[in-house]
């Protein structure tokens, strides 16, 4: 069974500019969350995706944003970009987003912002 | 806010060395928690859970952890690490006002060299 892939893995973009990242979750999972991997922050939650419904989000401002299609792939924007956005962003996938459902992580897309 | 503590940065261990990583979490109510591994190059993957019933979790290579409530903690421990477990280790647990799994809180990982 394939993983959770992502993509592009690698980014670079200049302040102001806007990116989207994809994620293509495990066949059949149903769900998709978001983190967003800093050295000083560490991981920290973004937002949850489940039957293209978002339910959950973190606390990121407005300037981040996300989806999910119908087939549940995710992807996630972030407009006027900031140095401070540099970052691995993680997409994991789950079959539900009941508490007990364990969540399957990607290899990360590393956007280096300039 | 629920908040998650790992205690050491990076922990330098000889191969057959025990293991001990300590992980405090904040709430103090019903919580699941975590440990995750990331290996060099590798995708973050489950160790272990914990929901609910015997406190004391087995997962996978060897590694087990204890969840303590009175103390808020969930420690893994490895009777006798390898090089192969060089890895960077989080805990996390779920937000429970979050209502959803997808609430993972992280604690910040702690880096484990385990020299050959």
């Known amino acids: 069974k394939a993983g959770v892939t992502q993509t592009p893995r690698y980014l670079i973009k200049t302040r102001g500019q806007q990116v989207t990242l994809s994620c293509s979750p495990i066949?059949?999972?149903?769900?998709v969350s978001w983190y967003q991997q800093t050295p000083g922050q560490g991981l920290q939650f973004l937002f949850e995706y489940f039957s293209e419904t978002q339910r959950n989000k973190g606390n990121f401002p407005g300037r981040f944003s996300g989806r999910q299609f119908s087939n549940s792939r995710s992807e996630m924007n972030v407009s006027t970009l900031e140095l401070g956005d540099s970052a691995l962003y993680l997409c994991?996938?789950?079959?539900?987003?009941?508490?007990?459902?364990?969540?399957?992580f990607g290899p990360g897309t590393r956007l280096t912002v300039l | 806010a629920q908040s998650v503590s790992q205690h050491n940065h990076h922990v330098i261990l000889s191969e057959a060395a025990s293991l001990e990583l300590g992980c405090n979490y904040s709430y103090g109510g019903t919580v699941n928690l975590f440990w995750y591994v990331q290996y060099p190059g590798q995708h973050l993957q489950l160790l272990l859970k914990y929901f609910s019933g015997d406190p004391l979790v087995k997962g996978i290579k060897g590694f087990e952890a204890e969840f303590i409530k009175s103390k808020f903690s969930f420690n893994l421990r490895k009777p006798s690490v390898q090089w192969s477990d060089t890895a960077e280790y989080f805990c996390?647990?779920?937000?429970?006002?979050?209502?959803?799994?997808?609430?993972?809180?992280f604690g910040k990982g702690t880096k484990l060299s385990v020299k050959p």
């Open positions: 996390a647990v779920n937000d429970p006002w979050g209502g959803s799994q997808g609430n993972l809180i």
């Open positions: 994991a996938s789950s079959l539900g987003s009941g508490l007990k459902n364990e969540q399957f």
């Open positions: 066949s059949g999972h149903r769900s």
